[in-house]
């Protein structure tokens, strides 16, 4: 019954989801409605569900396989990246 969550469709639209996500936090943290820290949770997060999805997505476009191991792989060391990073911020803010 709930075979469509697996399928590579589902996780396209995951993706793309992903990707309005990133969209929606740049644009509220240059209007002044994010903080730097909320931006970069939600980077980290958005860039943590697209990793995430990203490997079925690429069978959906039919891209190649190292295509998608490149992708998924980049976008690992992007959220371990944004994710020390903001824990880099978070303690630099409690000594001060």
């Known amino acids: 019954m ?16 992903g990707i309005v996500m990133v969209v929606l936090g740049i644009r509220g943290y240059s209007r002044e409605t994010l903080s730097r820290s909320e931006l970069l949770f939600v980077l980290v997060a958005s860039v943590a569900w697209i990793a995430y999805s990203l490997a079925d997505a690429t069978a ?19 959220f371990i990246s944004l994710f020390f990073y903001w824990g880099y911020m978070r303690r630099g803010g409690e000594g001060d």
């Open 60 to 78: 959906f476009l039919s891209l190649p396989n190292f295509i998608s191991s490149l992708f998924t792989g980049v976008l690992s060391l992007l």
């Open 2 to 17: 709930l075979s469509w969550i697996g399928s590579p469709e589902f996780h396209f639209v995951m993706v793309v989801f």
